[in-house]
């Protein structure tokens, strides 16, 4: 690591302790500076903040290693395309980045501080600009759908069905955000849970979650014939990694979102492959897509699908919670298979670790949540592996 690298780690980590104040107070300069900037960021900022925060923490963690800081800046400029922000604006958040450091890095700051902080920041501002221009050549910062298609499956779960305006490539297991009319500016991620169609059209599995300004507007206030914004598609937990291997799925409520693209996307190009969908609910009455998997597995005898209830004993198949049901499912497939997993949080971090009790390298698990080897490390040791089933 470079000694400005070293600085700025040091210094970054004195802002854990006031982490919000200090975000808060970087939006303040911001804005105060630069009142035209404002227009491009949500009304209210309190998620922003929370995600600002989040970013900086995996960009100052990954200085350690040149080649990962590139690769997220490089997709970080791509992703704030579709924010309008471009390289004439970078000098004015680095100024208010730097003035926010001034004053909650006290007295450790200094000029050589200062002078480490400009010149990672210069840098780093450009690697994203470049990104963001050379992306502009070949794709829309954002892409208009129409919605063709909304299914409400439970009082807060709606499938809706969008066909983008233009082609919006992507891959199974991808994340797209979206924004909606009702809230201007604010885009949240959601799994795109088909494989690329010929249609381009995209489904996406929506549960309406208390407060949720883009979920509660996507389930109760949106219908065919709307129209909503969507972000290019990103996320790493695609079908590449796992070769021609057998496939454990393994989700939580709407998290069988990408497993189902996965499923698809693996059965379209051999339908012979061995996949087990492992999806958990807390009811039977949760397991909203649970017809249109048994007729996906009807048509595919490598497919199975195992749904499993955490509070509805009397559902019928296991029940408990996911990982707990996992170790007693009779016959999953090998410990060569590969493993994805999503889900909430707590229940990915607590399946990852069941999976490594069963004797599954920690290389094929994949998942798309960034903090969870810290996540699965707070659970305590991983017990002696070993079980190897076939
Ligand atoms: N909609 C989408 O496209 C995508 C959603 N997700 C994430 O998937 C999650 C889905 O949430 P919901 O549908 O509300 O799921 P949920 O809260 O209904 O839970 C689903 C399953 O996870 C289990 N579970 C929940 N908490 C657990 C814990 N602490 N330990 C062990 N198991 C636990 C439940 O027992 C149940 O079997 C959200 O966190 C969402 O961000 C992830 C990727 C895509």
Known sequence: MSSDARIVKETFALLEPNADRAVAYFYGRLFAEQPRLRALFPPALDAQ????????????????????????LRRLGREHRKLGLCREHYPAVGAALVATLRRFAADAWNPRVEAAWTTVFAAAARTMADAAEADAARTPPWWL??????????HDIAVLTVRPGQPLPYAAGQHVTVQTSRWPRVWRPYS????????????LHVRAVPAGWVSGALVRHTAVGDTVMLGPAQGDMTLDRARDRDLLLVAGGTGLAPLKALAEQALAADPGRRIDLVWGARTAAELYDLPALRTLEAACPALRVIPVTADDPGSGGPHGAVPDALKRLEDLPAADAHAYVCGPAAMVARTVRALRELGMPPDRIAHDEPDLDAAVAGLGPVAAAGITRS
């Open 49 to 72: 903040r929370d995600r600002v925060l989040r970013v900086l923490t995996r960009l100052v963690w990954s200085l350690e290693e040149p080649a990962a800081f590139e690769d997220r």
């Open 145 to 154: 759908g129409e919605v063709v298609g909304h299914e409400r499956r439970r």
């Open 192 to 203: 795109v849970a088909n494989a690329p169609r010929p249609d381009g059209a995209l489904t």
